[in-house]
């Protein structure tokens, strides 16, 4: 599996589940991103095969390092304008989903099966809800929920008091955010302890695998 965001969710939850199925991902992440190293570094504990930044992917020392190697699935998140440089990284008759709510034009579609012989299709959760039963939707999140409980997959979060609002934001809203924000409804009031301790004080983010 070739993915383009890795630091997403869905990629970091994808990097863990093929780690568990025997299957192997290119990761491939924002040059842009602070603490590259750091965060690269985590997509490998996680089970990421090969991490690497855009700048790095096609070059010649990535062919190098996944020579005689084709991947058969391609994801590709809010960046579709990355279609052409993924298919040519993949081969023939591999697939390439494109997920986030985002889709190539028919042309670039028709061209990349005409021409390259990649199939491109799309997935969009908002449409998968409205087709399927609650039922269905109950048993995805129970399957989550158990493999989050029993260690198979790993959930980053951060939690925060409902009268700590718009601190919460500003952390939800911060670029390149590993973790998702929740916020506790039946909370203590606690802006006064919070207020006074270090905000490294709150941050648990361990890379290193002992």
Request: negative net charge.
């Given at each position: 599996i070739i993915q383009n965001d890795a630091f997403s969710s869905v990629g970091m939850a994808v990097i863990q589940m093929a780690s568990q199925?025997?299957?192997?991902?290119?990761?491939?992440?924002?040059?842009?991103?602070?603490?590259?190293?750091?965060?690269?570094?985590?997509?490998?504990?996680?089970?990421?095969?090969?991490?690497?930044?855009?700048?790095?992917?096609?070059?010649?020392?990535?062919?190098?390092?996944?020579?005689?190697?084709?991947?058969?699935?391609?994801?590709?998140?809010?960046?579709?304008?990355?279609?052409?440089?993924?298919?040519?990284?993949?081969?023939?008759?591999?697939?390439?989903?494109?997920?986030?709510?985002?889709?190539?034009?028919?042309?670039?579609?028709?061209?990349?099966?005409?021409?390259?012989k990649v199939y491109v299709t799309s997935f969009s959760i908002a449409d998968w809800h409205k087709g399927c039963t609650v039922m269905d939707r109950a048993q995805m999140n129970a399957n989550l929920a158990t493999m989050v409980r029993t260690g198979h997959l790993t959930m980053f979060y951060e939690e925060h008091d409902l009268d700590d609002f718009d601190y919460a934001l500003d952390q939800a809203r911060e670029s390149h955010s590993l973790r998702k924000v929740v916020l506790r409804m039946d909370f203590p009031d606690r802006l006064e302890e919070h207020d006074a301790r270090d905000g490294k004080e709150y941050e648990v983010f361990e890379t290193d695998v002992v």
């Open positions: 199925m025997g299957g192997k991902t290119v990761d491939i992440v924002s040059n842009d991103i602070a603490d590259i190293d750091t965060k690269l570094r985590l997509l490998t504990n996680l089970g990421g095969t090969v991490n690497v930044t855009d700048a790095y992917f096609g070059s010649h020392e990535y062919k190098s390092l996944v020579e005689g190697t084709e991947a058969k699935l391609l994801l590709v998140g809010d960046d579709v304008g990355v279609l052409a440089d993924m298919a040519r990284a993949s081969g023939k008759d591999s697939t390439i989903v494109s997920y986030a709510g985002k889709s190539p034009s028919a042309e670039v579609a028709a061209f990349l099966k005409d021409e390259m």
